[in-house]
């Protein structure tokens, strides 16, 4: 994990200075993690909010049902940040032993299956978010259309996909 990490610094900081897309997708990172970043805030106090109204015996009706969603948001739009720190789950214990050479092959085949996985789910996402749009579904507490909970499968999928690229290629330089 903190091979990737080091790897990901050390060439961002000489690579990506001139490219403008490389500055596009950081930019559409930072904000899915400051996003992300927001939404854990609100989920936290929204709990503690329903702990203080439990004790006081405050409806607290769709609190639950927002928190989950809201997890949903964080989760999506969080991975796409974990993929670019190298914070995404890896089996240490025999890749950190082997030699540089296969450590980035391997890095670009775990890289190539994230993107073609990322991408499966960002189409099934699209075609999910379509099906509640035509569906018309909605929460059952807070009302709130499903479509609108879901459209960040697709959005979040989609930044793992660009962050996946970005470490091919800065591990294909690298080589």
């Known amino acids: 994990m ?6 990901t610094e050390e060439v961002t900081q000489n690579v990506q200075t001139n490219n403008k897309i490389w500055k596009v997708i950081d930019f559409l990172s930072e904000i899915s ?6 939404i854990l805030f609100f989920i936290t106090v929204s709990i503690w909010y329903q702990i203080f109204a439990r004790i006081v015996h405050i409806s607290t009706r769709g609190i639950v049902e927002l928190g989950g969603f809201l997890l949903v948001w964080v989760l999506y739009l969080g991975i796409a940040s974990g993929m670019k720190k190298g914070r995404h789950i ?9 030699p540089k050479k296969i450590q980035n092959f391997l890095t670009m085949i775990s890289d190539i299956i994230c993107v073609v996985f990322s991408f499966i789910i960002t189409w099934e996402g699209i075609k999910l978010v379509n099906l509640f749009y035509k569906m018309g579904e909605r929460a059952i507490l807070l009302r709130v259309p499903m479509y609108l909970v879901y459209i960040v499968i697709p959005v979040g999928m989609f930044l793992f996909a660009l962050e996946a690229i970005r470490e091919f290629f800065l591990t294909l330089r690298k080589i």
């Open 33 to 38: 993690l400051k996003f992300s970043s927001l």
């Open 90 to 98: 890896r089996v240490d214990i025999i890749y950190g032993r082997l």
């Open 2 to 7: 903190s091979n990737t990490l080091e790897l």
